[in-house]
């Protein structure tokens, strides 16, 4: 079935660090890209998402590309804050579904 | 708002014992589902709803059962708890099923410890 590969952490950057975190696909037809954000002792919610290739979707100077060529959708940030230390999922809904899939979660840490 | 609520926050159950996990929203959404975080696993879909009346089970249904009797209230019930089941369990709602329009609103999240 489909599904999202995340690197793994965990991830310690020091403040105003560039972030990367990778995720890659495996999906027949075109999946809508996700990635969803968890600060401690709160739930997930939505951090931007791609409905199709080559859309960006960007929030809170988080950004990422759905690369249909390269299967990827990598989150990307070039100035990280204390605030942003949380667990990052990557995440997609098949093209004939509506059910989420989530990937691992990679935990970030910024030190001040 | 309330958006999502869910209880207990924290328990602590025995092995064999019963609970139920309570999960509430106020947005009028139709869509509802239970998951369940495993540390390094992300998440797993338990069961889900697409509307009052209507359950089906997700990837990881066993030990688990749920109701849906009205759009608000969707309650997680474990029978015969087991140490498996420990795990911090996140319920969630959506407006939509449309692919790409599905975006999910989080409940705060149930940790949950079977010794």
């Known amino acids: 079935g489909d599904s999202v590969t995340q690197m793994e952490g965990p991830v310690t950057l020091s403040e105003e660090a560039f972030l990367t975190i990778n995720c890659t696909y495996t999906?027949?037809?075109?999946?809508?890209l996700f990635w969803y954000v968890q600060y401690p002792g709160e739930g997930l919610q939505l951090l931007l998402k791609?409905?199709?290739?080559?859309d960006k979707g960007s929030n809170k100077g988080f950004e990422a590309t759905y690369r249909k060529e390269t299967t990827s959708f990598h989150l990307e940030k070039g100035s990280v804050q204390v605030s942003d230390s949380a667990v990052y999922f990557c995440?997609?809904?098949?093209?004939?579904?509506?059910?989420?899939?989530f990937g691992a979660g990679t935990t970030v840490t910024v030190r001040a | 708002n309330a958006g999502v609520t869910q209880t207990p926050k924290f328990r602590i159950l025995k092995i064999g014992q019963s609970m139920t996990l309570q999960c509430t929203q106020d947005?009028?959404?139709?869509?509802m589902y239970w998951y369940r975080q495993d540390p390094g696993m992300g998440l797993k879909l338990i069961y889900y709803?697409?509307?009052?009346?209507?359950?089906d089970k997700g990837e990881v249904p066993n030990g688990y059962n749920v109701s849906r009797s009205t759009t608000e209230d969707f309650p997680l019930r474990l029978e015969l708890a087991a140490p498996s089941q420990t795990s911090v369990y996140f319920c969630?709602?959506?407006?939509?099923?449309?692919?790409?329009?599905?975006?999910?609103?989080f409940g705060a999240g149930s940790r949950l410890t079977v010794l």
């Open positions: 947005m009028n959404h139709n869509y």
């Open positions: 709803s697409v509307g009052a009346g209507i359950t």
């Open positions: 969630a709602s959506s407006y939509s099923g449309r692919t790409g329009a599905n975006v999910l609103t």
């Open positions: 791609a409905t199709k290739a080559d």
């Open positions: 995440a997609l809904i098949p093209s004939n579904d509506y059910k989420l899939s």
């Open positions: 999906a027949t037809g075109y999946p809508s």
